[in-house]
């Protein structure tokens, strides 16, 4: 299992400058989050969520992250 | 990932003009991202084909490092990877996914 805070710090650290909200469903392992950075400028939205993911890698392959809906945004 | 399963998700993803990697069949959706996908898709009346990666390990695994996404689903519109069920839902609600597929499939 992964904690809200654990997931918020594993963005933060590989997304500069970024906002995060972490929202749970049906379980700690269903996660709704949300990513706002100025990293994503530019970006498409595949490869604005492939950052995200890369974040995550271990935990989603572990399945410690059962689910996760993903939403990036940058800053307006 | 050897060559042989990269070979064989290569031959599923052109075998279709817009090819869905899901988890579930089109009438059976074994979960509720699949199944996201999938009703789009029928909601605007596009012709798609799936692949149950249930059925298959090897290609549930070497799906996410062919196009180095780790979730499924994973829809693919004429080869190219498109995005996910979160993907799918932002350009359904901006209008964006009608208009991309439309034009790719007149192409």
Known sequence: ?76 | MDNQIKDKIQKLIDSSPVMVFMKGTKLMPQCGFSNNVVQILNSLGIEFSTYDVLSDFEIREGIKQYSNWPTIPQVYLKGEFLGGSDILIEMYNSGELKEKIEIELAS
Do not use: R, W
């Not at chain 1, 997304?15 to 709704?32: A, K, M, R, W, Y």
């Not at chain 1, 974040?55 to 945004?73: F, M, R, Y």
């Open chain 1, 1 to 76: 299992m992964v904690t809200k805070s654990e997931v918020i710090k594993l963005i933060t650290n590989n997304i500069p400058n970024s906002e995060v909200l972490v929202e749970t469903f049906n379980g700690n392992d269903h996660l709704q989050v949300t990513v706002i950075s100025s990293e994503f400028n530019g970006l498409s939205l595949v490869k604005q969520h492939q950052l995200v993911y890369s974040a995550l890698k271990a935990e989603l392959a572990s399945e410690a992250i059962h689910a996760l809906a993903l939403k990036t945004q940058t800053p307006n």
